[in-house]
């Protein structure tokens, strides 16, 4: 559970200084479509790399990419199936172009496409489909048999059938992960991470009688597993492996590690992907461990990847992992800084404004780095976090340390296709904050990430005996809550000053800003009209900014005031607001390390799920004037592999020209192993 997703994009962002882009004329807009833009990332010191470091990122690119079906099929069962047929639809479309069902399945292509399947990747709700019925049954009917992704004794009519259902039925599959308590959250979404009939209750036993709860060192029970009910009608685990389920598509993955380790750039980095491979042909969550405890310990490995079953946002019970990857490499200029940052990592930990008993005495090995993806895939891709802290078992953080990342180049990507488009303007309250904002927001949200990742996930512990899952549903939301608020905690101390990390005192400020525009009212944007806030990250972000408004009232800290009919987010005491933020941090420490469900509920329940119906209305109206996409993602980049007269490889070129469809249907042709 420890990823962090960029929040809303702000800009223009002038101070751009940390890693100057490669090329001026770099052209990060792909694509735009519904409430998506996709843009492309450039990879800067590739080209400098020596020829095995960039064989050993084109190989882990290809491991990345054979996983791709997997993440498909987690996401619901019909997936695979619809993409196949809508792919044969979209590439031998004959009819009229410039007819309105075509135009809206061609939106329909790009929003499945972007979601790895039939629901929005953030909201969790089933797209809509703007075209007909009939005119989807028309172009199926023009497919022969042979081009139909027909299942194993399927016919035409039950395909047809079954895919009407899942296109135009809004009730059938309605939301991928359902986090409303009040529900079965198991039977209520439709993730395929569940069988049918399968109930929380049931899983939820299941789980219970494996965990022990005096092992001091857990396996991550369900990480790698679908949950199913056998005939007769009890609760088993399929488990993914090499010949379980996902085998083939795993094949593909462990051949290409393997192609990996034989370039890999030491012994540390040759052992680990030895117990990858091991993990994958086994399914054994204690081999995942041992994995994760050798991959957090290789801090000397410039080339770096994350590549399974990692993070559980998937799942509504937040315990089987989504499939994903990510290849990069070290950012060596940039993370001075983070080095900087981990090297007084105790430092944090000893100030920490938590109970002392709830602070680690020792912090263990929290390695961060800066790094330039070169590519993304499963669950990152196209969307994907701007930083990441591995492993995620608290035990093994614990004793083993771990590994926290900020993706450089991303963030870069995501500011540079800001610049100009008027947030500041209609959003921000005055010119004096505009310039703050101008100047330190760059630097002050980069800060963040690596203080939420490479800190405050890091920090603080469990009282023995508690279970690292007693937060349930609200597992997610409330450990992000606790990672932002430490970052933002101590983006406003002194210690940053002292460390040569921060100019000025008044930097933090940027901020604290837009943390509370983004938490209180720019972040409205991602959500319909209606609807409540879902996703973890979102969740925390309004949580964290509507209590320190609330508890911040009789002291006025931060007030919403109206200027010209408008509202506007008016901080007027930057200091007491911190004072707010430690306070908050305190209390949710003490909620995981007790695990005390009902406080954890009660806040999330109070200050992350509802939205006022006016000021939201009011977001959206606003934003939509200046047509700034509320989500984007990535295309990556494409590895051209040179070779010489020999037939051996002689370099490998990145080539960024692809288009957002040419990339899918690529894919689609290279990847199809499920
Ligand atoms: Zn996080």
Redesign the pocket.
């Known amino acids: 559970m420890?990823?962090?997703l960029p929040a809303i994009a702000l800009g223009p962002i002038m101070a751009i200084s940390l890693q100057a882009a490669e090329n001026k004329d770099f052209n990060y807009h792909v694509d735009r479509f519904a409430d998506i833009e996709v843009l492309r990332y450039e990879v800067p010191g590739f080209k400098e790399l020596s020829l095995q470091q960039k064989k050993m990122l084109y190989y882990l690119s290809q491991a990345a990419q054979a996983g791709r079906d997997i993440i498909w099929d987690q996401n619901g069962r019909y997936n695979l199936q619809l993409r196949h047929l809508l792919e044969k639809i979209y590439t031998g479309f004959s009819g009229d172009r410039e007819s309105a069902d075509w135009k809206a399945f061609d939106l329909y292509m790009k929003q499945v496409w972007f979601g790895n399947g039939i629901h929005h990747h953030y909201s969790n709700d089933k797209f809509t489909p703007g075209f007909s019925q009939a005119f989807f049954e028309q172009q199926v009917a023009l497919l022969p048999d042979s081009e139909l992704p027909l299942a194993d004794g399927q016919s035409r009519e039950e395909l047809v059938a079954i895919m009407d259902k899942v296109i135009f039925d809004p009730s059938f599959m309605a939301k991928k992960v359902s986090q409303d308590g009040s529900q079965d959250v198991i039977v209520a979404s439709a993730t395929n991470l569940y069988g049918d009939g399968v109930t929380q209750q049931e899983v939820e036993a299941y789980y219970d009688k494996l965990k022990d709860p005096n092992d001091a060192t857990p396996i991550s029970y369900g990480l790698n597993s679908r949950i199913i009910k056998n005939a007769d009608g009890e609760i088993e685990e399929q488990v993914y492996h090499l010949n379980g389920l996902y085998g083939p598509a795993i094949a593909k993955i462990i051949y290409w590690l393997d192609m990996a380790k034989s370039v890999a750039e030491n012994d540390a980095q040759k052992a680990y992907i030895t117990k990858l491979i091991d993990f994958y042909i086994t399914g054994d969550l204690r081999t995942f461990d041992e994995y994760s405890i050798l991959w957090a310990e290789d801090t000397a490995s410039d080339v770096d990847f994350v590549n399974g079953f990692i993070e559980s946002y998937g799942d509504p019970l937040g315990m089987t992992a989504s499939w994903e990857a990510y290849v990069n490499f070290k950012n060596k200029e940039a993370s001075a800084r983070t080095e900087t940052i981990s090297g007084n990592a105790q430092w944090f930990e000893d100030h920490s404004p938590i109970n002392p008993d709830y602070r680690k005495p020792v912090v263990k090995g929290v390695s961060a780095k800066v790094i330039n993806a070169s590519y993304l895939a499963g669950d990152a891709y196209p969307s994907t976090a701007i930083g990441i802290n591995l492993p995620n078992a608290n035990w093994i953080r614990a004793a083993h340390g771990s590994k926290s990342v900020t993706l450089e180049n991303i963030t870069e990507a995501y500011a540079m296709a800001s610049i100009g488009n008027g947030f500041n303007e209609e959003f921000v309250i005055d010119a004096p904050t505009s310039k703050l904002l101008d100047e330190y927001l760059y630097i002050t949200d980069m800060l963040h990430t690596d203080l939420?990742?490479c800190l405050g996930?890091a920090s603080g512990r469990l009282k023995p005996g508690v279970d690292p899952d007693a937060l349930k549903e609200n597992g997610s939301t409330l450990e992000?809550a606790r990672?932002d608020l430490f970052a933002l905690y101590y983006l406003a101390d002194p210690k940053l000053l002292e460390l040569g990390i921060l100019d000025n005192p008044e930097a933090y400020k940027a901020e604290y800003y837009k943390y509370m525009l983004n938490g209180l009212m720019t972040q409205l944007n991602r959500i319909e009209l209606g609807k409540d806030v879902e996703e973890a990250h979102m969740r925390n972000r309004q949580l964290i900014a509507k209590w320190v408004l609330e508890n911040g009232k009789k002291d006025k800290v931060v007030e919403l005031v109206k200027k010209n009919g408008k509202t506007f987010v008016k901080i007027n005491d930057y200091a007491k607001m911190r004072g707010l933020i430690g306070q908050l941090l305190a209390e949710i420490q003490r909620i995981k390390s007790e695990g005390d469900y009902k406080a954890g509920n009660d806040l999330v329940q109070k200050y992350a799920v509802k939205i006022d119906p006016k000021l939201h209305k009011e977001v959206l109206d606003r934003y939509s004037k200046l047509d700034i996409p509320p989500y984007r993602g990535f295309v990556n980049p494409v590895y051209t592999v040179v070779y010489d007269n020999d037939g051996e490889i002689s370099d490998i070129i990145l080539d960024y020209t692809e288009s957002y469809p040419d990339q899918m249907l690529r894919l689609g042709r290279e990847n199809s192993n499920l």
Do not use: V
């Open positions: 420890k990823k962090l939420h990742e996930h992000e990672a």
